[in-house]
């Protein structure tokens, strides 16, 4: 084995482990949210916006972290992103009142930066050809949320919001000493060193930045959205208790999570654009079935599984689109941007969903909408396709 292929796996294992960690921290709120809306009486519009407002500054928050690891690195900002996420981790476990819960709840959004950190890393490990297939594995690590969903309930039921948060604390410190510690930065890589800012205007002239932002908003941005908010419209509708809630949205994340790395290898296989043909319209169908509210567990429930399957394809398909049609020097820039937009299209649904929820009492204009948007990333993919597959799917 060459040289840069030394350490691929183990750094690969710790970047996904680190996403995952961080993505726990990121959504601590959204399991708890029929606690904090019975506790504070909360309306809908008010749960959704201190559900959302994580994912926010998690979006926004990747464009800045996404220039730094091309300059310091994916290992030494990896433990910096778990150090400085410890703060709101603590405080929002303390937090009693809406206004603190807002607050802590935006600076909460700094661990769902992480992402921008580990497509570059992980992409400098691999040679493009395994690309899709590697950021897929790291991708997997969103199932962070899928072990927030199911643990964070419960560990407070237990012992109690403030050892729930201060628990989380403990595994990112240690989780941030481990990555300085055994990770490594790829062999190859080498620091960037034009300014930020003309580096991300020259990665905004880049066609493939604005096409991939789109369909990562649709893509990731749905499956953030429901991981988010699906505690809160189960209890709302099926009228489950937060627990039980929370293990069914642990279901809706893991499925996600099974299906990204599946999305990047059969985009090394087959071609990124197929998977998103197969992922947008999957995600479009079960939004129709979900769009008459049926019954819990069938078919809702398969439905809900479903969603989620074709979300982490799409997903896993995009960034094997980034890894093909992206200079590896300008990955990190690009990573940036696009996971701004993809945690963008996680910020909006949960506030529309709320609106809608209160307006309605129903929430079958939010799946309309899902539904539409889904078929217009159809349709743009392929409008865009012989461009796309000329650059991208050809192995």
Known sequence: MSEPRKGQAGNLALATAAFAVTFWAWNLIGPLSGGYSRQL???PTQTSLLVAIPVL???LGRIPVGVLTDRLGGRRMFAVICFVSIVPVLFVGWSDSYGWLLFWGFVLGIPGTSFAVGIPFVNAWHEPARRGYATGVFGAGMGGTALSAFFTPRLVEAFGRPFAHVLMAVVLAVMGVIMLVAGRDAPGWAPATAPALPRMREALTIKATWQCAFLYAVAFGGFVAFSTYLPTLLQNV?????????????????AAVVS??????LSDRFGPVRVLWIAFGGTAVMAVVLAFQPPAELPAGVSFVLMAFFLGLGAGGVFALVARLVDPSRVGTVTGLVGAAGGLGGYFPPLVMGAVFTATATYTLGYVLLAATAVAALAYT????????RQADVP
């Open 41 to 43: 009486g909360l309306s």
């Open 57 to 59: 500054v998690g979006s």
């Open 238 to 254: 099926y009228h489950f208790v937060q627990t039980d809630a929370g293990l069914r949205t642990a279901g809706f994340s893991i």
């Open 260 to 265: 990204r790395p599946v999305g990047g290898a």
């Open 382 to 389: 392929t409008r865009v396709s012989p461009t796309l597959r």
